[in-house]
C-alpha cells in the first residue's frame, strides 16, 4: 500500500519526491568521453549517471559498446565525479560482474519480456531499472516488474521510454499517460526517458519538462560530451551547453 522510495546510491527515486535526473551518454566510447560527460552533467546537477556498456543494437554493425572496458570506464568516471551509475545488462551472466560496481542495473525496452533474466535480475541485491518494451502493454509491464519483485527485490523504477505505434514523423510515441496512471495503480516510481521516445533532440526539453509535470520521479536524457561524434544515437542526444537545471 505504500509507495516505494527507492534508493540508488544514496539518490532517492520516488512518488512525491523532487524529481531525479539521469544523464550521460548512450554509450560509454572511451574512458576520457564518458568521464567528460560525467563531468558535465554533474555540473548541470545530474543525480545520477547513465552510460551503456553493453548496448542492443538494431543491426550487429552498429557499435555494440566497450562491454567490461566500458563498465569499468563508467565506474570511474561515477566515483571520479561523485555520481551514482547506472548501466544496462544484457545477459545473465554479467550480472554479477556489472551489480559489483554499479548502483542500478538497467534492463533495456527489448529485454523487458526476458522472464529468465528478470528472474535473475530479482535475485540481485540492486536496484533496477525496467524500461518498458517498445510494443508493450501497461499489463505486460507490469507483470514484467512483478517477476523481479516475485524473486524479492522490490527496487524496480519503471521507465516509459516511447512505444511503437502507426505514427512514424518520430522514433516512438511518448506515452505520457502512464504517468499519472500508473501513479494510481502501482507503487513503484516512474521515470520517462524522452531521448530514446522522441529520437530528436529539439523535442527532448520540452518532453521532459511535460514529464515532469505530470509527475514524474524522474527523466533519463542521453548527454554526450559531443553528440555530432556519438557513435550511437547522437540525433536524441543534448549537448552539455543545453543541458541545465
Ligand atoms: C538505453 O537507454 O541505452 C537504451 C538502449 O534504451 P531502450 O532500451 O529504451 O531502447
Ligand atoms: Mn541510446
Same mark, same amino acid.
Given at each position: ?58 543491426? @550487429? ?36 560482474? $556489472? ?27 540492486? @536496484? ?49 499517460? $502512464? $504517468? ?31 514529464? $515532469? ?21 547522437? @540525433? ?10
Amino acid at each position: 500500500p505504500a509507495d516505494s522510495a527507492i534508493d540508488v546510491g544514496g539518490v532517492v527515486v520516488g512518488w512525491g519526491l523532487e524529481p531525479v535526473v539521469i544523464a550521460g551518454p548512450c554509450a560509454v566510447e572511451s574512458r576520457e568521453q564518458v568521464l567528460a560527460a560525467a563531468q558535465a552533467v554533474k555540473a548541470a546537477g545530474a543525480a545520477i549517471l547513465r552510460g551503456g556498456a553493453f548496448k542492443p543494437r538494431t543491426g @550487429p554493425h552498429a557499435f555494440q559498446g566497450l562491454g567490461y572496458e566500458g563498465l569499468e570506464y563508467l565506474a570511474e568516471a561515477g566515483q571520479a565525479v561523485g555520481l551514482p551509475i547506472v548501466t544496462e545488462v544484457m545477459r545473465i551472466d554479467q550480472l554479477e560482474p $556489472v551489480a559489483a560496481v554499479a548502483d542500478c542495473l538497467q534492463i533495456g525496452a527489448r529485454n523487458m519480456q526476458n522472464f529468465d533474466l528478470l528472474k535473475e535480475v530479482g535475485r540481485v541485491g540492486k @536496484p533496477v531499472l525496467l524500461k518498458r518494451g517498445i510494443s508493450a502493454t501497461l499489463e505486460e509491464f507490469l507483470a514484467a516488474a512483478e517477476y523481479v519483485l516475485l524473486e524479492g527485490n522490490d527496487r524496480v523504477i519503471l521507465c516509459e521510454r516511447g512505444i511503437r505505434t502507426f505514427e512514424r514523423a518520430l522514433r516512438n510515441t511518448l506515452d505520457l499517460g $502512464v $504517468v499519472p496512471f500508473l501513479r494510481q495503480v502501482t507503487h513503484l516510481p516512474v521515470i520517462v526517458d524522452p531521448s530514446h521516445a522522441l529520437g530528436r533532440r529539439d523535442l527532448v526539453t520540452p518532453m521532459a519538462k511535460a514529464a $515532469v509535470v505530470v509527475g514524474a520521479t524522474g527523466v533519463m536524457v542521453a548527454v554526450p560530451p559531443d553528440p555530432a561524434r556519438a557513435l550511437c544515437d547522437g @540525433p536524441p542526444s543534448l549537448d552539455p551547453s543545453r543541458f541545465t537545471r
